[in-house]
């Protein structure tokens, strides 16, 4: 009865080297689509938010000079909007930051840039508001050097208060940035030694399967 063993153990080999290779590159898949399909894409939108602010900050500036209630009204009603973009992309960020947090490719460090910036946004907006509201109570001021003592208080907060927000938020985001294109490099890394492990075992098993056969063979029997 010839031996059964050399084709299961070769059957055995295919099987386990099929599973593992579907597996890594399920891995993979999973993790590049998380990352680039939907983390990075998310970071390159928020990277948009730099110039969203850029856009605030100069809305803010011409409502400041506006000469005339009309202007300052038209200019001022564009904020809601910038500002709903900016949170918008935060949101878009904040959500996808999830995502891959539950794929564990995140650690703490990036949740907690992604705090800062959100903290430092809030701070700036909020200055903001303030150099608004100043503005619109200059245009109900009753005397015209209540109203220029308004204007110059606008100008003053948002050139000492509402400007060193700005650059805080700024370099926040430039931070959190930086530790994004870090961590895309990391997954890129983890899944190059996967599928260079995956391949490594195809190989192996493919001199074993062989070694089996070339060496399998045994004696041909004696007549």
């Not at 080297?17 to 390159?44: C, K, N, P, S, W």
């Not at 999830?98 to 992604?114: C, F, I, T, Y």
């Amino acid at each position: 009865m010839r031996s059964i063993w050399r084709p299961l153990m070769a059957s055995l080999l295919i099987a386990a080297t099929g599973f593992f290779e579907a597996q890594a590159l399920d891995r993979v898949d999973q993790d590049l689509r998380i990352m680039y399909a939907e983390y990075t894409v998310a970071a390159t939108d928020l990277g948009h938010v730099f110039g969203e602010l850029i856009r605030y900050r100069s809305t803010i500036i011409r409502a400041i000079e506006a000469e005339k209630r009309p202007d300052f009204d038209r200019i001022s009603s564009s904020l809601p909007g910038k500002q709903a973009r900016i949170e918008r992309a935060i949101m878009r960020y904040e959500a996808a930051t999830e995502r891959a947090a539950r794929g564990k490719m995140l650690d703490s460090h990036v949740a907690a840039q992604l705090h800062e910036v959100k903290e430092k946004l809030e701070e700036y907006i909020s200055a903001s508001h303030r150099t608004i509201s100043l503005m619109e109570r200059q245009w109900l001021a009753k005397t015209p050097a209540e109203a220029s003592a308004l204007r110059e208080q606008a100008e003053v907060f948002a050139a000492k208060h509402a400007g060193p927000k700005l650059i805080a938020v700024t370099l926040a985001l430039d931070r959190l940035l930086e530790s994004v294109g870090e961590v895309a490099g990391n997954v890129r890394e983890q899944a190059d030694v996967l599928l260079r492990g995956a391949t490594a075992l195809v190989i192996l098993i493919s001199l074993l399967l062989a070694a089996l056969v070339l060496f399998g063979q045994g004696a041909p029997p004696v007549t």
